[in-house]
């Protein structure tokens, strides 16, 4: 017999193999897809991250940072970089490393000007395409992406490796959604710093308005905002509550534009009639600011910046912890200000004096680490 195959021995082991090889092809590829919705799953979930987390940023800078720290973190980069359009039409940088101004014929403006990915795989292959700082910072491969927002490129977003890197279809699309993502939080803060600085010029016309009835109070404002500032950065408050106490220190006494002239400039003392008046202005300063919604958020720090800590001041009669803490940073600093200045009805109070009456009434007219806050900046000479 021999050890030679029969034929259909011959074609039985050759469709048994065949099969055997297509199975494994199949597993093979099975696993391959497997292997990619895992990275896909794993790759949406960081983009879900970083779009939850960079929306909610109320400035450039920081919606630029987070962009930066997510896209590093997810893609596993050495670093990334964000230029912007400034105001004059330049590409800016705006976070990252620093670099020198792009080429007008460089890869930052084809980015820009194409509005498409460009991907570089080995920087030492690229020649004069990749400028010198790139090699020197030793980047070996990066993808620039467009950034647009509005239906318009706003900047380009540069993530670098420090290893030679072949960017699959796959790996440029999802950078691809993270660009969308990042100019998205970029354009969002960009128009709310606008708004911002739209409303603080409404803020300052205000104050203006109001502090113009009175020359013995102009300025005051501004300097309880310092003071209300100083001491929310002395209690490590939030960002978010100190920018909200800058702006209702400087709105603190809108209400006053209600009160009549003749009173605010009385020269000798107030009648109770006076002081009704004085005493509403809290009050009117709400009434005033409420049609604004941006500024509806100021409303309890300028309506209870009046309330006594042992609860007998104006206008509700809040005690202790009852008044929100915006309102009692407001207090002190309103009461040290307005006794270190000169008024109608009487002369200023040296330092020494008012410090001694703000330590007189910790924890009867003001909150006592209030005070223990305000304090400690008088003896670091961050307040005058």
């Known amino acids: 017999?021999?050890?030679?195959?029969?034929?259909?021995?011959?074609?039985?082991?050759?469709?048994?193999?065949?099969?055997?090889?297509?199975?494994?092809?199949?597993?093979?590829?099975?696993?391959?897809?497997?292997?990619?919705?895992?990275?896909?799953?794993?790759?949406?979930?960081?983009?879900?991250?970083?779009?939850?987390?960079?929306?909610?940023?109320?400035?450039?800078?920081?919606?630029?940072?987070?962009?930066?720290?997510?896209?590093?973190?997810?893609?596993?980069?050495?670093?990334?970089?964000?230029?912007?359009?400034?105001?004059?039409?330049?590409?800016?940088l705006a976070l990252g490393p620093r670099e020198p101004p792009p080429e007008p014929s460089g890869i930052t403006m084809t980015v820009f000007r194409t509005g498409r990915p460009l991907t570089i795989s080995n920087v030492e292959k690229a020649g004069r395409w990749v400028p010198p700082h790139l090699r020197e910072q030793g980047i070996k491969s990066l993808i620039g992406l467009p950034l647009k927002a509005g239906g318009r490129t706003i900047g380009v977003l540069f993530v670098r490796y420090d290893r030679p890197h072949r960017f699959s279809d796959r790996e440029i699309k999802l950078f691809s959604i993270y660009a969308n993502q990042a100019a998205m939080a970029i354009e969002r803060a960009r128009l709310y710093e606008e708004a911002r600085e739209a409303l603080l010029s409404t803020i300052a016309a205000l104050v203006q308005a109001a502090e113009a009835k009175d020359h013995y109070t102009r300025g005051h404002s501004e300097r309880v905002t310092l003071y209300a500032m100083a001491i929310a950065e002395e209690l490590k408050l939030p960002a978010e509550?100190?920018?909200?106490?800058?702006?209702?220190?400087?709105?603190?006494?809108?209400?006053?534009?209600?009160?009549?002239?003749?009173?605010?400039?009385?020269?000798?003392?107030?009648?109770?009639?006076?002081?009704?008046?004085?005493?509403?202005?809290?009050?009117?300063?709400?009434?005033?600011?409420?049609?604004?919604?941006?500024?509806?958020?100021?409303?309890?720090?300028?309506?209870?910046?009046?309330?006594?800590?042992?609860?007998?001041?104006?206008?509700?009669?809040?005690?202790?912890?009852?008044?929100?803490?915006?309102?009692?940073?407001?207090?002190?600093?309103?009461?040290?200000?307005?006794?270190?200045?000169?008024?109608?009805?009487?002369p200023a109070m040296s330092k020494e004096e008012a410090i001694e009456q703000l330590k007189k009434e910790a924890g009867k007219q003001f909150d006592p680490k209030v005070v223990a806050a305000f304090l400690r900046l008088l003896r670091k000479g961050l307040i005058q």
């Open 1 to 92: 017999m021999g050890n030679s195959l029969t034929y259909p021995t011959h074609k039985f082991f050759k469709r048994l193999f065949s099969s055997i090889a297509d199975r494994a092809a199949s597993i093979i590829e099975s696993a391959r897809l497997a292997w990619e919705t895992r990275e896909d799953l794993a790759q949406t979930t960081r983009l879900y991250e970083l779009s939850t987390e960079i929306i909610s940023a109320l400035t450039l800078e920081e919606a630029a940072g987070l962009v930066i720290e997510k896209v590093v973190e997810a893609a596993g980069a050495h670093s990334a970089v964000i230029k912007l359009l400034d105001k004059d039409g330049n590409l800016e």
């Open 241 to 346: 509550e100190i920018e909200a106490l800058r702006q209702a220190g400087l709105l603190h006494d809108i209400g006053k534009i209600a009160v009549s002239d003749q009173i605010l400039r009385k020269p000798n003392e107030l009648s109770p009639e006076d002081w009704k008046a004085i005493r509403s202005h809290p009050q009117r300063g709400v009434e005033i600011i409420r049609p604004v919604p941006a500024l509806r958020p100021l409303i309890p720090i300028i309506l209870y910046h009046h309330e006594r800590y042992n609860g007998k001041g104006y206008p509700k009669g809040l005690k202790g912890e009852e008044i929100p803490l915006g309102a009692r940073i407001l207090a002190v600093a309103d009461a040290y200000e307005a006794m270190t200045a000169n008024r109608p009805y009487r």
